[in-house]
Nanobody
Framework: QVQLVESGGGSVQAGGSLRLSCAAS?????????MGWWRQAPGKEREGVAT???????NYLDSVKGRFTISQDNANNTLYLEMNSLKPEDTGTYYC??????????????????????WGQGTLVTVSS
């Protein structure tokens, strides 16, 4: 069973930065299958923020393009989300997700209706104005 553990959330002022980490359990290779970050703000539906497939092709929610960067660290078996120029509307619980089987690149994107297989417990990000 693959486990994903997120960290790096916290409270920052608008314009600040945070880096989220998602450590995968031993035996899972972070650059093999689709992985990504989703978030859920209070009272809102969960939305995809950024995804990356096994070929390193990334996809981003329009509102975070140019501000957020998703990356993989194979040596540490960790997925990251670098978040800069944070805005209050970025507030929410951020979840890491990973596939356990292959999916085509066209289905590894923030709007996919086919949920990834495994999810972490989430880390809270609060951005104040």
């Amino acid at each position: 069973q693959v486990q994903l553990v997120e960290s790096g959330g916290g409270s920052v002022q608008a314009g600040g930065s945070l880096r989220l980490s998602c450590a995968a359990s031993q035996g899972y290779t972070v650059n093999k299958y689709c992985m990504g970050w989703w978030r859920q703000a209070p009272g809102k539906e969960r939305e995809g923020v950024a995804t990356i497939d096994g070929d390193g092709i990334a996809n981003y929610l329009d509102s975070v393009k140019g501000r957020f960067t998703i990356s993989q660290d194979n040596a540490n078996n960790t997925l990251y989300l670098e978040m800069n120029s944070l805005k209050p509307e970025d507030t929410g619980t951020y979840y890491c997700a990973a596939d356990l089987i292959y999916r085509p690149t066209y289905d590894c994107y923030v709007g996919t209706t086919n949920p990834l297989n495994t999810w972490g417990q989430g880390t809270l990000v609060t951005v104040s104005s």
